[in-house]
């Protein structure tokens, strides 16, 4: 059975930091692109970041230069370092695992920056 388990989310005051852990299990993860994605109520789920099997990364503009994805293959974690936490980064946030035949989605995590 495939799961995805996220945690380190919680409270953080505006430019504070977090960092989010995706622990896979039931798959192979090394051969999985891993990706983060947030979303807030009443609207569509968005990428955060990727990370591909090869370790190449994508981020959403809005978090370049401020979240840092990376993931551990033989610990089958993949991570979002999150710093210079800014109010709209407030939202639910999904780890998914992904192939060109599979895809999975985790329970999410809920980061709440806020004074």
């Known amino acids: 059975q495939v799961q995805l388990v996220e945690s380190g989310g919680g409270l953080v005051q505006p430019g504070g930091s977090l960092r989010l852990s995706c622990a896979a299990s039931?798959?192979?993860?090394?051969?999985?692109?891993m990706g983060w994605y947030r979303q807030t109520p009443g609207k569509q789920r968005e990428l955060v970041a990727t990370?591909?099997?090869?370790?190449?990364?994508t981020y959403a503009d809005s978090v370049k230069g401020r979240f840092t994805i990376s993931r551990d293959n033989a610990k089958s974690t993949v991570y979002l370092q999150m710093n210079s936490l800014k109010h709209e980064d407030t939202a639910a946030y999904y780890c998914?695992?992904?192939?060109?035949?599979?895809?999975?989605w985790g329970q999410g995590t809920q980061v709440t920056v806020s004074s």
């Open positions: 998914k695992a992904n192939t060109l035949r599979s895809e999975y």
């Open positions: 039931g798959i192979m993860f090394s051969a999985f692109n």
């Open positions: 990370i591909t099997r090869g370790d190449s990364t």
